[in-house]
């Protein structure tokens, strides 16, 4: 066998067996600790996300959307001028958030895009990502109206009050 | 005493029945599987608003978790005054519906 062909053996070796360990990481990482967590447990785990190889990278994020149901995106980035990967939960449209938090009630914003985003979780592991983010934005249009509604009615009650003040100033 | 809608009754009923664990998404299933309507977010919390306002609920703000991406839950309670207004309207509901005979009344 050629000097070529056995770093070639080697290297596919190695990649063979950091993908199945970081795949075996990934899974027991999302059945263990969750959705959240699993950032944080794979960075501590492998170093920094710019420490992070393709290999690792693949490995763990396919054992953990095994385990969860959850599609976890890779994509690479080149920092420093050095191509390495990285690694992203799928994440609800930030349009529809920004939309349902800018048309709350005040101090309710943050608790109805939590809701929503509990509810995109669940039909992530129900019918997966692309079924999800369909239902976030249909839920978010059923969302809004009622909101317009109420901000409306706080308009028109405020503005019905200073009539009635400016008539006696 | 104050009326009430309905969305505002089934309302008052779920955060009753949830208590203590009343918030959004909780407060949504109670009432899909109970009733089979599915009341948006928007108008469960709209309407949650127009309730505090009256004094009828109160909210509090609850944990964060992972899968709400970090944000708080808002817990609900109805309070006493909350409570004499629904148990009003039910009855209200009662006094109408009793006696009704339902059989050979239709059109």
Redesign the interface.
């Given at each position: 066998m050629s000097k070529n062909r056995r770093y070639l053996r080697l290297a596919f070796v190695n990649l063979l067996v950091t993908s199945t360990t970081t795949f075996v990481a990934g899974a027991f990482a999302g059945a263990v600790f969750?959705?959240?967590?699993v950032g944080a447990w794979v960075h501590a785990v492998f170093g920094l996300p710019s420490t992070i190889s393709d290999g690792e990278t693949v490995g763990a994020a396919t054992g953990f959307a095994v385990a969860t149901g959850l599609t976890v995106r890779t994509y690479r980035i080149y920092r420093l001028g050095t191509l390495t990967s990285a690694y992203a939960l799928a994440e609800?449209p930030k349009w529809a958030e920004f939309l349902v938090m800018v048309l709350?009630?005040a101090n309710?914003g943050?608790?109805?895009?939590?809701?929503?985003?509990?509810?995109y979780?669940d039909d992530c592991r129900a019918f997966g990502e692309a079924r999800a983010k369909r239902r976030y934005w249909a839920?978010t249009v059923?969302?809004?109206?009622?909101?317009l509604?109420?901000a409306a009615g706080k308009i028109v009650k405020w503005g019905a009050v200073v009539a009635v003040v400016r008539r006696f100033f | 005493v104050e009326q009430l809608t309905t969305l505002e009754q089934h309302l008052l009923l779920a955060v009753l029945g949830l208590h203590p664990k009343a918030?959004?998404?909780s407060i949504?299933d109670h009432i899909k599987d109970r009733t089979g309507r599915e009341p948006?977010?928007?108008?469960i919390?709209?309407?949650l608003?127009?309730l505090e306002e009256k004094g009828f609920v109160k909210s509090r703000q609850g944990e964060?978790?992972?899968?709400?991406?970090?944000?708080?839950?808002?817990y609900f309670t109805i309070t006493a005054l909350g409570r004499h207004t629904l148990h009003e309207s039910l009855q209200a509901i009662n006094a109408l519906s009793h006696g009704l005979r339902w059989k050979g009344a239709t059109a």
């Open positions: 969750g959705v959240a967590t609800p709350s009630p309710r943050d608790a109805l895009v939590g809701d929503l985003n509990e509810q979780v839920r059923r969302t809004i109206g009622p909101l509604l109420r | 918030y959004g998404v949504q948006s977010l928007g108008s919390y709209a309407s608003d127009r964060a978790t992972a899968e709400r991406g970090g944000k708080r839950k808002m």
